[in-house]
T-cell receptor, first 114, second 113 residues
Framework: DAGVIQSPRHEVTEMGQEVTLRCKPI?????LFWYRQTMMRGLELLIY????????DSGMPEDRFSAKMPNASFSTLKIQPSEPRDSAVYFC????????????FGQGTRLTVV | LAKTTQPISMDSYEGQEVNITCSHN???????ITWYQQFPSQGPRFIIQ???TKVTNEVASLFIPADRKSSTLSLPRVSLSDTAVYYC??????????????FGTGTRLQVTL
């Protein structure tokens, strides 16, 4: 398996623009997580899905952020409108475990909002 | 919410055994203890997971005392390539309910010759 695939790897956008990050989880995994990493705040869980259904989105910072999982092989994280403080590395991870947290992370998307 | 506490940084020489301890005083009955490794510009990578006692794999060992309020990740004979940030994570994903899957600040391990 190719692992968790995220795209794009790097994104530079202007403040106010819409940004869409994409994730393809490992086939057969039924949990998908979105994390954000910054120097100041470390790794933060934004939202996670189980069987394509959002279970906990309490980590989503504000209404400008939204995430969808239309099917088992694809998820998006959208920021609209983007702001400079959204600049971070966004990771997607997937897991097949019903107990515990053995998750596999993608390479991340480095987002820069100028 | 199971909060974890780890040392911010550790230094070691190549070839030594490194033990990183994590405190999680309010761990819940259903929580597992999981350790991840992260290199710069990469996503975290799963190292080992356990519930109680001792777990060993080809990479590391995890020691968990009976009260489960702490755990120790043991890396045998570290090399320069083990220089990374190590995260202790406590929690679990359960059908319909979940504890917060929160990463702490991690321990930055620096291995030198």
């Amino acid at each position: 398996d190719a692992g968790v695939i995220q795209s794009p790897r790097h994104e530079v956008t202007e403040m106010g623009q819409e940004v869409t990050l994409r994730c393809k989880p490992i086939s057969g995994h039924d949990y998908l997580f979105w994390y954000r990493q910054t120097m100041m705040r470390g790794l933060e869980l934004l939202i996670y899905f189980n069987n394509n259904v959002p279970i906990d989105d309490s980590g989503m910072p504000e209404d400008r952020f939204s995430a969808k999982m239309p099917n088992a092989s694809f998820s998006t994280l959208k920021i609209q409108p983007s702001e400079p403080r959204d600049s971070a590395v966004y990771f997607c991870a997937s897991s097949s475990r019903d107990w515990g947290i053995e998750a596999f992370f993608g390479q991340g998307t480095r987002l820069t909002v100028v | 919410l199971a909060k974890t506490t780890q040392p911010i940084s550790m230094d070691s020489y190549e070839g030594q055994e490194v033990n990183i301890t994590c405190s999680h005083n309010n761990i819940a009955t259903n929580d597992y203890i999981t350790w991840y490794q992260q290199f710069p510009s990469q996503g975290p990578r799963f190292i080992i997971q356990g519930y109680k006692t001792k777990v060993t794999n080809e990479v590391a060992s995890l020691f968990i005392p009976a009260d489960r309020k702490s755990s120790t990740l043991s890396l045998p004979r570290v090399s320069l390539s083990d220089t990374a940030v190590y995260y202790c994570l406590v929690g679990g994903v359960h059908q319909g309910t979940a504890s917060k899957l929160t990463f702490g600040t991690g321990t930055r391990l620096q291995v030198t010759l």
